[in-house]
């Protein structure tokens, strides 16, 4: 891919925004016209943008996006084609498997056969890492808790959060159906760093009640807790922004202790899961 050095930090935005609202929507149908208007831009500046940023058109990373994925879910073993292919955004198999030849040379049956897509030169995610610092100065002092929670979690290094929109994506067909929900609107949460200093990442619902065991969900239990409260008003891709400031500002300038606990990020009622605008909030546990 293209470097993004030469970009100002709007047209970086940009890409992000777009990448974000690709990744979150995978499943669906997409096109260029829909990206543009969900980030406030004509299809022309975005795809130039895009390209600039990316070395590639926009519709060809989606395709090869979706294509990768079922390319992955091949080579674990996915038995139905056809499902495969619509929830590729195909309208059959045959669709399918022309498109998949000609992305990668080879047809979906070969790879489930060989088990294995190490030989396929697969589209990774692009790099949503952000830059700038806004100000967090006006956090607020809460204490909430006990709160309970149900989702499905990932493991990521700081360096590599591509997945957590897919995985958002992944979780979103559940959050309907989970019983006893608090709020009609999901929280994510970051939960301990490993040895290697990576986090597990929680999409989840908050439930009124220690939720009994429900097939393929995670189960969290959060006890009360003192948290710092900072509002993130910008796009969610550009998130890691107000991070760096709570980090790197707003807690040695306060001298204030974050507690190794879980964060949690409320998503404000205003949120709109397919643009990734709307606000959210970030509760950094403190003593």
């Given amino acids: 891919m293209a470097s993004t050095n030469g970009l100002d930090e709007r047209a970086r935005v940009l890409t992000r925004k777009a990448v974000w609202i690709i990744e979150r929507n995978l499943a669906r149908p ?26 590639q058109s926009v519709m060809r990373y989606v395709r090869g996006r979706r294509l990768s994925e079922a390319a992955k879910a091949l080579a674990d073993g996915a038995r139905d084609i056809l499902e495969l ?18 992305q990668f040379g080879i047809t979906p049956e070969a790879v489930r056969r060989q088990g294995s897509a190490a030989t396929l030169d697969l589209v990774p995610a692009f790099d949503m890492a952000d830059e700038g610092e806004p100000d967090v100065a006006s956090a607020r002092i809460e204490i909430a808790g006990p709160m309970h ?22 979780f979103m067909p559940a959050f309907r159906d989970i019983p006893d929900k ?27 009640q220690p939720p009994a065991a429900l097939h393929k969900f995670v189960r969290l239990s959060v006890p009360e807790q003192r948290y710092a409260v900072f509002q993130h008003r910008g796009h969610v891709v550009t998130i890691r922004s107000t991070y760096a400031a709570i980090w790197n500002h707003w807690l040695p300038a306060t001298g204030g202790t974050a507690c190794e606990a879980p964060i949690l990020e409320q998503h404000n009622p205003t949120f709109d899961p397919m643009t990734g605008l709307g606000g959210l909030e970030i509760w950094v546990p403190v003593k």
């Fill in 30 to 55: 997409l096109t260029l016209a829909e990206l543009a208007e969900a980030c406030g831009v004509s299809p022309f500046h975005l795809a130039h943008a895009f390209g600039e940023a990316t070395g």
């Fill in 85 to 102: 292919a619509l929830g590729s955004g195909y309208g059959s198999h045959e669709a399918f498997s022309r498109a998949f030849r000609n």
């Fill in 149 to 170: 929670f149900v989702g499905i979690s990932g493991r990521y290094a700081f360096s590599a959060i591509e997945g957590i929109p897919a995985q958002w994506q992944r």
């Fill in 182 to 208: 608090c709020e009609p609107i999901p929280v994510g949460i970051s939960l301990a760093i490993d040895q290697d200093g990576d986090f597990e990442y929680l999409c989840a619902a908050q439930v009124s």
